[in-house]
């Protein structure tokens, strides 16, 4: 049973930060691209960056490029995202996946998702 856990949202004010993880079990991540996804109220599913399996590859929606920074501790067996100057328009749930193909992490995401973590920005 593979199951992925998103931690560390919250409501943080325009201009702060946040940390947000993902811990896998039931499945190694190391051997997996692994990417994070949002979805603001009323809106589609979209992607926000994604790490190669060995950490060595990251890739990132023009929306978040600068602000953000995806990592992983395979040791750990989860991945992290790092997201500073948060905006009001970052307000949605955030979601893991992953993926054997680079492809499908970075559009559509995998075939198992987390249960979300909720990130808030007040203006």
């Known amino acids: 049973q593979v199951e992925l856990v998103e931690s560390g949202g919250g409501l943080v004010q325009a201009g702060g930060s946040l940390r947000l993880s993902c811990a896998a079990s039931?499945?190694?991540?190391?051997?997996?691209?692994t990417g994070w996804f949002r979805q603001a109220p009323g809106k589609e599913r979209e992607f926000v960056a994604a790490?190669?399996?060995?950490?060595?590859?990251?890739y990132y929606a023009d929306s978040v490029k600068g602000r953000f920074t995806i990592s992983r501790d395979n040791a750990k067996n989860t991945v992290y995202l790092q997201m500073n100057s948060l905006k009001p328009e970052d307000t949605a749930v955030y979601y893991c996946?992953?993926?054997?193909?680079?492809?499908?992490?970075?559009?559509?995401?995998?075939?198992?998702w987390g249960q979300g973590t909720q990130v808030t920005v007040s203006s």
């Open positions: 996946t992953f993926a054997p193909q680079w492809r499908v992490v970075t559009t559509t995401g995998g075939d198992y």
């Open positions: 039931g499945r190694s991540l190391s051997s997996s691209n």
């Open positions: 790490i190669g399996w060995s950490g060595g590859s990251t």
